[in-house]
Every structure is written in structure tokens, then in C-alpha cells.
């Protein structure tokens, strides 16, 4: 089954606490991104990747890292949490060359709750 | 001002009735629009997608562009509990590397 695999799908940790949030896309895509969603902000974009290696900033990449060293993984890095990172993230792939110029078509996981204390 | 927006809702309506759903757009460069639904504890997935103006049937889906007005609608006909979700419009910038997303309407069919 094609799919985006995120985990955890819930977790509570405290300020300062690193912490990584996995995800895994079994359809061979090029391109994934990070967007987290807030009550009435809506789904903001926070990295995305064009390929392996190839990483860039969206809206609000502040206090997150990440990495592309496989084509399938993307994982997201909170090297020191804040509260104001508790928020729900999305991690997202698409076979087009960016977010689908033509079709703009993301493939969504189920997306991980993050609660900082 | 926000690139899209939406009115948050939530919209409540009878099974059966139509669905009237709506976006503004500030920037008269995007092309294409598209429509995600997502449901509750759910991510998006796409539900349909429109290039440039006019009207895309997909069986009770339609989905309207006005690039004149910079407006985009959503009809969901003969609604039914199941379509009870957020539904997000969202529209690529040129260099295809981000969607931008509306805030999303709530609807809520009622048996």
C-alpha cells in the first residue's frame, strides 16, 4: 500500500528535550516536505527536499533541522523544543519535481501531535 | 493579507443538501487550485484539482476557479454524513516547491 509513515503519532516532552519525528514514504517520490497546522494559521510549510541531499526552508524553519540522506526518509529534528512548537505535523511527498506543478498532488501521512511542556 | 483564505466555519448543513464552499486568492500569478479534504485526526488528501478558470465536474464534486475576482468554490451536491471533514484549498507557487493552503473549512452533514 503506497503510504507516509510518521511516528510518533503523539508525544509530549518538555522544553529543551530533543526530540526527532520520523517519516518514511514507500512510493519512490522525489520530493518531501514538512508542514506543521495551527487553528486558524492553517498548514504552513517548514522544510521541504527536491531529492536526496536537497533540502531548503519554507515559512517557518525556525528551531527545526533536517535531513535527506535517503530518498524515502525525511526526518524532521527539534534539537531544543519550545512550547511554542506544540503544534501537528504533517509530512508530505509528491512524484512531481517540486509540490506538483501540474496535478499538485501531496501525499500526506497521518500526521504526529507535539505537545511542549 | 493572507495568500488564500477561507472562512473557518464551521458550516453546518442537512444531509442532502448542497455544499457551498469558498476561497480568495491574493496573487493573480497562480494557475492551478486545488481542493483536500481532510478528516478528523486525518491527513489531507487531494479530493480535486483545476487548472486556470472554469468549472471541473467529479460526480457530486464541482469545483469553480473566477480568476477575474480571484475566487475559488467548492459544491458538494446531494451531501451526506461522509462528507462531514476540513476541506483546504490550496494552490502551488511558480517554482512548484510549496502549496499554500487556506485555513480550511469545518462542514458538518447531519443525518
Known amino acids: 500500500e503506497a503510504q507516509v509513515t510518521q511516528n510518533p503519532r503523539y508525544l509530549i516532552t518538555v522544553t529543551g528535550k530533543k526530540l526527532t519525528v520520523t517519516c518514511s514514504q514507500n512510493?519512490?517520490?522525489?520530493?518531501m516536505s514538512w508542514y506543521r497546522q495551527d487553528p486558524g494559521l492553517g498548514l504552513r510549510q517548514i522544510y521541504y527536499?527536491?531529492?536526496?541531499?536537497?533540502?531548503d526552508k519554507g515559512d517557518v524553519p525556525e528551531g527545526y533541522k533536517v535531513s535527506r540522506k535517503e530518498k524515502r526518509n525525511f526526518p524532521l529534528i527539534l534539537e531544543s523544543p519550545s512550547p511554542n512548537q506544540t503544534s501537528l505535523y504533517f509530512c508530505?511527498?509528491?512524484?512531481?519535481?517540486?509540490?506538483?506543478?501540474?496535478?499538485?498532488?501531496?501525499?500526506f501521512g497521518e500526521g504526529s501531535r507535539l505537545t511542549v511542556l | 493579507q493572507k495568500e488564500v483564505e477561507q472562512d473557518p466555519g464551521p458550516l453546518s448543513v442537512p444531509e442532502g443538501a448542497i455544499v457551498s464552499l469558498n476561497c480568495t486568492y491574493s496573487?493573480?500569478?497562480?494557475?492551478?487550485f486545488m481542493w483536500y479534504r481532510q478528516y478528523s485526526r486525518k491527513g489531507p488528501e487531494l479530493l480535486m484539482y483545476?487548472?486556470?478558470?472554469g468549472n471541473k465536474e467529479d460526480g457530486r464534486f464541482t469545483a469553480q476557479v473566477d480568476k477575474s475576482s480571484k475566487y475559488i468554490s467548492l459544491f458538494i451536491r446531494d451531501s451526506q454524513p461522509s462528507d462531514s471533514a476540513t476541506y483546504l484549498c490550496?494552490?502551488?507557487?511558480?517554482?512548484?516547491?510549496?502549496?499554500?493552503f487556506g485555513g480550511g473549512t469545518r462542514v458538518l452533514v447531519k443525518p
Open positions: 508530505a511527498s509528491s512524484s512531481g519535481l517540486g509540490a506538483g506543478v501540474e496535478s499538485g498532488e501531496l501525499f
Open positions: 512510493m519512490n517520490h522525489e520530493y
Open positions: 527536499s527536491m531529492n536526496v541531499e536537497v533540502t
Open positions: 496573487n493573480s500569478a497562480f494557475q492551478y
Open positions: 483545476t487548472y486556470s478558470s
Open positions: 490550496a494552490t502551488p507557487k511558480a517554482a512548484g516547491n510549496k502549496l499554500t
